[in-house]
């Protein structure tokens, strides 16, 4: 029996990778996390998970600590956490835009990809387990 069968409401979410690039100036890369979006549930959340033998496999020398701390910051902003700052008064949306928005840093995000969901934080658990874990 489909969700639709028992009369469960599934809404459209979007959702980017969290990629680390620990030479930004290489381009080599893995997922790191995952961002997710449902604007009917205003809903916005992250999950990280750092891999730290695939982080010094690309670079031997980088800083796990810091690379770590800014995968806390995303999910921080999500949560309209003390370091999202400013962003901490905006909405679900406007959280999610800028988190996505291109960046040349150690952590950055990947494109936007979409779905339909029942459960924006099991799907965001999914993500998580799916493509980053």
């Known amino acids: 029996m489909s969700e639709r069968d028992r009369g469960e409401s599934r809404f459209v979410y979007e959702y980017a990778l969290l990629r680390v690039v620990p030479r930004v100036e290489r381009g080599e890369c893995f997922n790191a996390g995952v961002l997710v979006y449902c604007r009917a549930k205003t809903f916005v959340a992250a999950r990280t998970h ?20 800014a995968l806390r910051a995303v999910e921080s902003v999500c949560a309209g956490g003390a370091a999202a700052g400013q962003a901490a008064g905006d909405d679900a949306g406007r959280r999610f835009r800028w988190l996505i928005a291109p960046r040349s840093t150690v952590v950055q995000p ?3 990809h979409t779905g339909l969901t029942a459960d924006p934080a099991a799907e965001t658990a999914r993500l998580l387990d799916l493509l980053v874990k």
Request: proline letters at 9%.
């Open 50 to 69: 750092l891999d730290e033998t695939k982080l010094r496999a690309l670079d031997p020398e980088a800083d796990a600590s810091a690379v770590r701390a």
């Open 110 to 112: 990947g494109p936007v």
